[in-house]
């Protein structure tokens, strides 16, 4: 299995590095100075990290100087005071305009967004290059939406065979589910129940589970030179994260409000606590949204910040042009690599257990006892 995984990473970095060595093969860019060589690879990192309307595999720049993409294109769909639905092929990356009904749309190359144009494709931009023209809403099957729908059709299979070969042998699964069966204990015993309780956490763990291989499995598939950086889409961390907060605030018990609103509770009298609570309740509050921020913005920045050093990496064969800098960022590149492999599944592991740990504090009852006729009566 490590074999396997370490023939796939060379070939994932022997695959992206083959995009850079495309320009260095062109002659008509080996006239480039080293500042336009950083530029150029400074504009692939940033398009590999961006959200597409068609999935790209590769691009190559041919003998005509002509650069040339290969992938297949996915289905776009926009609301323009009306429905607007066709394929992104027809946008052709940003060289032609698509006529839908009574309207026109464009790509702009720079931020990958369609917008409204007319007839002539002119995009207007400001003073800080942002596009003006509307921009109608977009409900695109975009690469990240296909990968998730991948991703989720593949643990749908992958957890149906481990549950049907549970019902087959109640003591052992068989196939892959040997692989997955550890980890799935792992996160009941060793996240869930800890963090949440014995009593409740059976509730929680569908989600836990879900959360988490779904987000190693995308953070794995980002490692692929195919440029599919589902989690450094902070649109996508937002959406897990609302998750956990709609679930650790809708599922709160009585206990969990009162401590936010009512902290010290009968510890002294409203008098004196109310100079508290005028800082004290706010700030309460404010953790209940910054529990979740806290989770989106870690998953988000570091899977966006590895992938960026990662190309930025491999980017460096392409600017040195040599072979002690291409074998010394090579070096670096799959050194890298092994790192994110781990932090792929630290991210997923982090993000599982701050979510079983807010989901403890919101399910945690507390034993009220008071004293009556010289015996204590729990609450």
Known sequence: MQGKRLIHLLFGIAFLTASFSAYASDPKKGALTPQDRKTEVSAYVKHHNLDTHDFGLFSYT???????????????ILWADGLHVFSSGALHHGESVVASGDKYFALDTHSYK?????????????????????????????????????????????????????????????????????????????IAIPNIGPEKYQRYMPYLLTVFFFIWFLNLFGLTPLGINVTGNIAITTALAVITFLITNFTGTKDYWKHIFDPLGHA??????LPIYIILVPIEVLGIFIKPFSLLIR??????????????????????QNWLGGTLAFGLSFAISLIELL?????????????????????????????????????
């Open 268 to 273: 002294m009298p409203w008098v004196a606590k």
């Open 299 to 320: 998953l988000y920045a570091n899977m966006q910040a590895g992938h960026i050093v990662l190309g930025s990496l491999i980017g460096l064969i392409y600017v040195f």
């Open 62 to 76: 041919g003998a005509d100087g002509a650069h040339h993409q290969i992938g297949f294109p996915l289905p776009v």
């Open 114 to 190: 369609i917008y409204e144009t007319d007839a002539s494709g002119v995009l207007n931009y400001d003073a800080d290059h942002h596009v003006t023209n509307v921009a109608p809403l977009d409900f695109s099957i975009t690469k990240s939406v296909f990968m998730i729908m991948l991703v989720s059709v593949m643990l749908f299979m992958i957890f149906m065979g481990l549950a049907k070969s549970y019902a087959k042998n109640q003591s052992l699964p068989s196939g892959v589910g040997r692989f997955f069966e550890p980890i799935v204990l792992y996160i009941r015993d060793d």
């Open 343 to 379: 932090v792929a599944l630290l991210q997923a592991y982090i993000f599982t257990m701050l979510s079983a740990l807010y989901f403890g504090f919101a399910s945690e009852t507390h034993d009220h006892a008071v004293e009556h006729d010289g015996e204590v009566q729990h609450l």
